[in-house]
């Protein structure tokens, strides 16, 4: 008797488990299913006119609001306009995506850092002027973990690469770094299909002043 009521628990027991195993099971596949028709999703807008089209009107703002900021001085306008056009560029393919992805987060949290680290930087040269110290240079490192890239696999190496070509996968395992370069790839595609588009709708309007305001033979 006793032998049977133990033999009836332990059967329950296994019974109530499997069927917990099997829920959480499902769960987890339906979450995976949603994730990837959500990352689908994401991968078609990129594709799409209207998509393309946002994003073209908000880089033209953006631009405007560099070209009216200050120029350079003349030796490094040219290189200091190029790198505020792409940071511009990217910026605002960053707020297209939403903040839904690793990438896009990145970005934009990588200018507030670089913003804060100016700002840092010049207190720290004004007060060193003011005080009067210098720092000593310092010796280069070499970095442990480049000695051990050398030693990796070649897949290995591969994924390191293509982590840190991705913003904000640089230590991510391998499946959040390709769904994560899928998306990112799509974005820079629809990037310059715009940014082409954007050249030749102002290059044939330059072309168009110029010839009407050029004098009649």
């Known amino acids: 008797m006793a032998s049977t009521l133990i033999s009836n628990t332990v059967t329950n027991t296994d019974r109530s488990r499997e069927s917990l195993r099997k829920k959480k099971k499902k769960k987890i596949q339906a979450k995976d299913q949603q994730q990837q028709q959500e990352n689908e999703k994401n991968h078609n807008k990129w594709k799409s006119e209207a998509q393309q089209q946002i994003y073209s009107s908000k880089l033209l703002q953006t631009l ?94 591969k994924v390191r690469v293509l982590g840190r070509l991705v913003p904000g996968c640089r230590k991510q395992p391998l499946p959040v770094i390709l769904e994560e370069a899928t998306d ?34």
Do not use: C, D
């Not at 100016?118 to 442990?144: D, F, L, N």
């Not at 588009?197 to 004098?215: F, N």
């Open 184 to 217: 990112y790839i799509a974005a820079l595609e629809m990037q310059v299909r715009a940014m082409s588009a954007l050249a030749e709708l102002l290059s044939g309007s330059t072309s168009g002043a110029s010839s009407s305001s050029a004098p009649p033979s």
């Open 64 to 157: 405007s609001q560099v070209s009216l900021s200050p120029p350079p001085p003349a030796p490094a306008s040219a290189t200091r306009r190029g790198r505020a056009v792409r940071e511009a560029a990217y910026r605002v393919l960053a707020v297209a995506a939403k903040g839904k992805t690793r990438w896009s987060r990145a970005i934009l949290t990588n200018r507030l850092k670089l913003k804060f680290q100016k700002k840092h930087r010049k207190q720290r040269v004004v007060s060193a002027a003011a005080t009067g110290s210098t720092r000593s240079a310092k010796k280069p490192r070499v970095s442990v973990f480049r000695l051990k890239g050398k030693s990796l696999p070649a897949v290995q190496r």
